[in-house]
């Protein structure tokens, strides 16, 4: 980065210290050549919007490969399952019988 400034300075001593003053030339102020701020700016968002687009990209890509291999592992265990008996694997009976062991039913008298 080129800087071109044109600086007036006076030099006063004090007792235990110099003290330098800078005054500006008002004529010439300073001056920043080949920076151009502008495009520093719009080059960082652009990057920025098409690293996360990228980013967005690839993880629907990997998502859209998973949920394929998940669905084509669901249809091989819908095919290797024998339906015939129309039962639901998932399926329960609620309905259950225990014996209690310590329990001795009263046999009738005759």
Known sequence: MDVSMNLETTLTK???SLI?????DKEER??????????ISLST????IVLGLL??????LYIMHQDKREY?????????QKF???ENALYKNPISKFQ?????PSRPSN
């Open 14 to 16: 004090d007792t235990n």
């Open 20 to 24: 330098v003053y800078a005054l500006e």
């Open 30 to 39: 300073c001056r920043f050549y080949g920076v151009n701020y502008m495009l």
């Open 45 to 48: 968002v652009i990057g920025t």
């Open 55 to 60: 980013g967005i990209l690839i993880y629907k």
């Open 72 to 80: 084509e592992r669901f249809l091989a265990l819908k095919q290797n």
């Open 84 to 86: 015939a008996l129309n």
């Open 100 to 104: 209690n062991p310590t329990y001795l």
